[in-house]
C-alpha cells in the first residue's frame, strides 16, 4: 500500500505559465515533508520544504502548500522555465518522534516545460 | 553539494556474485541512507545508519546488508546478486534540519 502518492506520472506545461506538481499522502502521522527535483543520470536535489504546523512555504519560483486535511500537498512553480524539466518526488516523514529521519518517497512526476 | 560521492558509479555483473557500492562524505554527518530507484516505485529506503556500528533495515532491505565502520563511509553489499536488484542506488545523508541530500547514484545491471 503505497503511503504516499504521485497520481501525475507527466505533466507539460507551457514556459512562463505555472507548473502545479500534486501529492497525496495516507498516514495522518506525517509531519515533514520534501520535494525533490532529479535531472536523469544525477542524484535527486532538495528544492523546498514544509513542516505541518505551516500551510504553506515560499521560495523563489516555488511555493509548497499543505492541505492536512485532505492528506494533500502541491507544489507551485512560477514561471515555468524550460530547466525545470525534471522528474519530481515528494516525500513525507513518518518517524516524527524517533529521530531517524526516515523518508517515504512517491513515485514522481515528470514535468516537461515547453518552449 | 553536501560532499557525498558514490562508488563505483557503473556496475554489470552476473547473477550470484556479491557486490558492494561504497558511499562516502566527507562532512561528519550521522545518518546515512541507501535507496534504490526504480520505475513505478520512486525511490525506496533499503537501509539506514543513524552512527557507526548503528544500522537498521528499511522497507526493501531483503537481500541487502550494510555496514558502517567510520563516520564517512557507508556500504551496501548484495551478498548474491539477483536480477530483481538491477537497478539505481542511490546514497543521502541527512543535512541541516530534517533534510537528505543525495549521492550522485550507482546504476547497476544484474545479468
Known amino acids: 500500500d503505497q503511503q504516499v502518492k504521485q497520481n501525475s506520472p507527466s505533466l507539460s506545461v507551457q514556459e512562463g505559465r505555472i507548473s502545479i506538481l500534486n501529492c497525496d499522502y495516507t498516514n495522518s502521522m506525517f509531519d515533514y515533508f520534501l520535494w525533490y527535483k532529479k535531472y536523469p543520470a544525477e542524484g535527486p536535489t532538495f528544492l523546498i520544504s514544509i513542516s505541518s504546523i505551516k500551510d504553506k512555504n515560499e521560495d523563489g519560483r516555488f511555493t509548497v502548500f499543505l492541505n492536512k486535511s485532505a492528506k494533500h500537498l502541491s507544489l507551485h512553480i512560477v514561471p515555468s522555465q524550460p530547466g525545470d524539466s525534471a522528474v519530481y518526488f515528494c516525500?513525507?516523514?513518518?518517524?516524527?518522534?524517533?529521530?531517524?529521519?526516515?523518508?517515504?518517497f512517491g513515485t514522481g512526476t515528470r514535468l516537461k516545460v515547453l518552449a | 553539494d553536501a560532499g557525498i560521492t558514490q562508488s563505483p558509479r557503473h556496475k554489470v555483473t552476473e547473477t550470484g556474485t556479491p557486490v558492494t557500492l561504497r558511499c562516502h562524505q566527507t562532512?561528519?554527518?550521522?545518518?546515512m541512507y541507501w535507496y534504490r530507484q526504480d520505475p513505478g516505485h520512486g525511490l525506496r529506503l533499503i537501509h539506514y545508519s543513524y552512527g557507526v556500528k548503528d544500522t537498521d533495515k528499511g522497507e526493501v532491505s531483503d537481500g541487502y546488508s550494510v555496514s558502517r565502520s567510520k563516520t564517512e563511509d557507508f556500504l551496501l553489499t548484495l551478498e548474491s546478486a539477483t536480477s530483481s536488484q538491477t537497478s539505481v542506488y542511490f546514497c543521502a545523508i541527512k543535512g541541516l534540519g530534517e533534510t537528505q541530500y543525495f549521492g550522485p547514484g550507482t546504476r547497476l545491471l544484474v545479468l
Open positions: 516525500a513525507a516523514s513518518d518517524d516524527p518522534t524517533s529521530g531517524t529521519y526516515k523518508y517515504i
Open positions: 562532512e561528519n554527518h550521522r545518518y
